[in-house]
Structure formats: structure tokens, C-alpha cells
């Protein structure tokens, strides 16, 4: 059993950055894969960025290339999204998640708002 648990949330003007952290605990959670996901109100739920255990291959979303960087310390079971040049679009719930494997989606967080407003 894995226990995710989002901070860094909040308000930030259009142009602004905030670093969301996932704190893992429970399993060996280096193991790993790590997601942040991201849902709106009224939209689907979608994935932002993704990173391997190790920490050395990383994905992201067309809409937030350059823009955000995923990124772990393993030493400290916690996962991190730096988020820069934050958009309105931006505006959404963010979620991290753990897999085994890219494509699993085992455990979730229960998420930290983020809202880019000026």
C-alpha cells in the first residue's frame, strides 16, 4: 500500500509559479512510477507529467512543455512539480499518482488545487 499526499497549491497570478510536492509513504515507493494529473471543473481528468523510478526519463504534456518539471528525491519519498509561466488554463485539481509501470495508476493522492487567476 502506497499514500500519496499533494501540497503547494493555491492562488497565483497568470505568469506566477508554485511547486506542487507528492509525499510518498508505505511501500518502497522509489520503486515506482510517478504521475501528476491534473482535472478541471467540468473537463476530464489528464495527465500533466510523468517520471521513471530512478527519476532519469521524464514525460509531459504538450501543454505544459517548458513550461513545468517534473522531478523525485528518492531519499525523501517525495515527488515534485515545479510549475512556471502558470496560465488560467492551468486552473485545475492536481492529483499525483503511483504505478508499477507507466501505465498503472494504482494509487492516488487526494489532490491540491491550483488556481491561476489575476
Known amino acids: 500500500q502506497v499514500q500519496l499526499v499533494e501540497s503547494g497549491g493555491g492562488l497565483v497570478q497568470p505568469g506566477g509559479s508554485l511547486r506542487l510536492s507528492c509525499a510518498a509513504s508505505?511501500?518502497?515507493?522509489?520503486?515506482?512510477?510517478i504521475h501528476w494529473f491534473r482535472q478541471a471543473p467540468g473537463k476530464e481528468r489528464e495527465i500533466v507529467a510523468a517520471?521513471?523510478?530512478?527519476?532519469?526519463?521524464?514525460s509531459y504534456a504538450d501543454s505544459v512543455k517548458g513550461r513545468f518539471t517534473i522531478s523525485r528525491d528518492n531519499a525523501k519519498n517525495t515527488i515534485y512539480l515545479q510549475m512556471n509561466s502558470l496560465k488560467p488554463e492551468d486552473t485545475a485539481v492536481y492529483y499525483c499518482?503511483?504505478?508499477?509501470?507507466?501505465?498503472?495508476?494504482?494509487?492516488w493522492g487526494q489532490g491540491t488545487q491550483v488556481t491561476v487567476s489575476s
Open positions: 517520471v521513471n523510478s530512478r527519476g532519469d526519463v521524464t
Open positions: 499518482s503511483a504505478g508499477p509501470t507507466f501505465a498503472a495508476r494504482d494509487y
Open positions: 508505505g511501500r518502497d515507493v522509489s520503486v515506482y512510477y
